[in-house]
């Protein structure tokens, strides 16, 4: 943190956000109220800072100047790379303080953290849908429109988000650049390999917030939570 910083809270009810700086602050507040002032050239995608429309730009530029040195990965941000290599360290440094959960970047960390909140401040403009996640509200407004910004070069087929289009691009190429520690199984996409990874344990990080149950990937967990909605709907 520099100095003259200190961490700060954001005042809205909805969000228990705390920012490092009033900087910071004021930049959380300007996405609360969905003001972009930076836009695309290219596209007619917009940002709130004109940092993160300079690290969008190399969507379109295909610049990824961030490469890991234990794999062929590369990434457009420095920030990307640094979670990234922490699938070859098995570093977890982010811990949640209601449950045993590990995350190798405070973003994954503050994600997890509303699902014991239930905090979902992300909102869309059209159908008042709220996200727990920035980027899952983002795409869906894009369901809205129809727009799909990121195309591959290689078959034209377009994306709502450039991690898509990363992960799709793979498939021309054959990249698996994460490796298990185990077993050495490699996988196309981060969230595989982890997901994989608690086959080797006895982890399971998605819990039932109503029975208990334990899952190792979301997507059981969702489904298990449907049961629990008919459950309500029935004895109501």
């Known amino acids: ?27 959380h507040l300007l996405r609360h109220d969905g003001f972009k002032a930076h836009s695309c050239s290219v596209c007619p995608m917009r940002f ?19 490469s890991c040195s234990e794999c062929p990965a ?5 920030s990307n790379l640094i979670t990234h290599f922490r699938t070859h360290t098995g570093e977890s440094p982010f811990s949640c303080r209601e449950c045993s959960a590990a995350f190798k970047s405070k973003s994954y960390l503050n994600q997890h953290v509303r699902r014991h909140t239930g905090e979902r401040p992300y909102r ?28 591959c070069g290689d078959c034209g087929k ?18 698996r650049p994460y490796s298990c520690a185990e077993c050495g ?8 390999l982890r997901n994989h990874s608690f086959l080797h344990s006895s982890r399971k990080p998605f819990d039932c917030l109503v029975c208990g149950r334990e899952f190792i990937q979301k997507r059981d967990l969702r489904r298990h939570e449907e049961t629990h909605a008919v459950e309500t709907a029935l004895c109501s």
């Open 124 to 151: 869309c403009d059209d159908c008042g849908s709220s996200f727990v996640h920035r980027s899952s509200a983002k795409a869906h407004q894009m369901r809205h429109t129809g727009e799909r910004p990121h195309v």
């Open 158 to 175: 377009g994306f709502v988000s450039s991690g898509a289009l990363t992960v799709h691009r793979r498939t021309h190429i054959g990249e």
């Open 185 to 192: 199984k490699r996988f196309s996409h981060a969230k595989t």
């Open 74 to 78: 590369t990434f457009t941000q420095r």
């Open 48 to 66: 709130v800072t004109s940092m993160e429309l300079k690290t969008h730009h190399r969507v379109h530029s295909g610049e990824r100047p961030f």
């Open 1 to 27: 943190m520099r100095q003259g910083d200190e961490s700060v809270k954001c005042p809205r009810r909805v969000c228990n956000r705390i920012l490092s700086s009033k900087r910071n602050l004021r930049d």
